[in-house]
Nanobody
């Protein structure tokens, strides 16, 4: 299993931007998808965006047109560019990766994103 290290969270004003990054290391398994889920207080964890090693992407409807996910396969690193942030985007964002075959998945430690004036 890989160790996922995320970074880039913080406090931003409504309408602002943040970029999250997530790096995977320490596994011999081939990573299929990388992405982020988020969990706001009192709510279930939900998918934000994910990207396959082939570049296919999947976004939550609530972030389409505002968030862009990208990936550097050589570095096993994914990036989530978040624009036009609003208070509803406030949550802990968890990096996630899925492995090919029966390799399962791994989670990062979570990073807080707070959108507030």
């Amino acid at each position: 299993q890989a160790k996922l290290v995320g970074s880039g969270g913080g406090l931003v004003q409504p309408g602002g931007s943040l970029t999250l990054s997530c790096s995977a290391s320490g596994s011999s398994l081939r990573i299929w998808t990388m992405g982020w889920y988020r969990q706001a207080p009192g709510k279930q964890r939900e998918l934000v965006a994910k990207i396959s090693d082939g570049g296919s992407t999947n976004y939550a409807d609530s972030v389409k047109g505002r968030f862009t996910i990208s990936r550097d396969n050589a570095k096993n690193t994914a990036y989530l560019q978040m624009r036009s942030l609003n208070p509803e985007d406030t949550a802990v964002y968890y990096c996630n990766c899925d492995y090919y075959g029966a390799g399962g998945e791994d989670w990062g430690q979570g990073t807080q994103v707070t959108v507030s004036a």
